[in-house]
């Protein structure tokens, strides 16, 4: 049997562990990008987050405006952050080239994040940032209301897919290969801009649209109400004969770049679009 020592060493190698084990969720956490943002707020203790990108709290471009606005913010800098005393950096490809090569000089964690290109990815993420802050339940529940939403948005079984696309200012458009064509059609629509030949992003010229049109010209709005982009070409005299044959739904151009909870207004959005509300 083993001796009393050799018991307080084996009690003391297990409570270094734990404490090691403990210090390995970061307690200041700084994100970069606002679709990171997004993920952050619903995973982490707010405790947790030292600061978000600046983006965060244009109610424009975010999703968390409203939570963000309460929530300290960053310009991205690298003396920022490290007076901030982050311990844990997340970053994307689209982040400041500068501030992560410092970042990684000074030997502060970073994790970077490409920008997802389909469900999974998005859900690959949300895990990712999750564990990363000591919080896997919150991530699999909020994988599970996104998927809920998802499931809401579908049209029944039988019912043909809707020809559309999402017409952005400068006729700028989402092509296959992206996650808003994925989320376009778990909601019942054919993104003809496949059908035009765009992957990923792209312009679509106006002689494109008018020679095969969709059925929904999704009108990317920066602000609701204000004129679009899709307003300015419905107006052509070609779509004024066509009448109701093609139709404008609007879509916030917030919704088009993020996964993560994003993808729940997403999933909204494009049901009203499909439903004509």
């Known amino acids: 049997m083993p001796g009393a020592g050799q018991s307080r060493r084996t009690a003391l190698a297990g409570g270094m562990a734990l404490g090691l084990l403990g210090a390995a969720v970061p307690r200041r956490v700084v994100s970069l990008n606002p679709c990171l943002d997004a993920i952050l707020v619903h995973v982490a203790d707010r405790g947790q987050i030292a600061a978000l990108s600046r983006y965060a709290r244009d109610p424009k471009g975010s ?5 963000a606005a309460s929530l300290p913010m960053t310009w991205e800098t690298a003396e920022e952050i490290i007076s901030l005393r982050a311990d844990l950096v997340l970053t994307s490809r689209h982040s400041s080239a500068a501030t992560r090569t410092a970042l990684e000089q000074m030997k502060i964690r970073t994790e970077l994040f490409d920008v997802p290109d389909t469900v999974a990815d998005s859900d690959a993420q949300i895990r990712r940032i999750a564990e990363l802050v000591g919080r896997k339940a919150r991530g699999e529940a909020l994988i599970g209301r996104i998927h809920t939403a998802i499931a809401a948005s579908r049209p029944p079984p039988a019912q043909a897919p809707i020809s559309a696309i999402i017409y952005q200012s400068n006729g700028f458009a989402a092509g296959t290969g992206t996650l808003i064509d994925a989320m376009m059609r778990e909601a019942g ?15 679509i010229p106006l002689e494109r649209l008018i020679a095969d049109p ?3 010209i999704l009108a990317g709005e920066i ?6 982009w899709a307003d300015r070409v419905l107006s052509h005299p070609v779509f004024v004969r066509l009448g109701d044959r093609v139709r404008r739904a609007s879509f916030p151009q917030r919704l088009l770049y993020c996964g993560g909870p994003t993808l729940i207004e997403t999933a909204a959005a494009l049901r009203t679009a499909r439903e004509g509300r």
């Open 63 to 67: 999703v968390i405006a409203g939570i």
């Open 189 to 203: 629509f054919e993104n003809v801009a496949g059908r035009y030949g765009l992957s990923k992003w792209g312009q």
């Open 214 to 216: 969709p059925q929904v």
């Open 223 to 228: 602000t609701p109400g204000t004129p679009t």
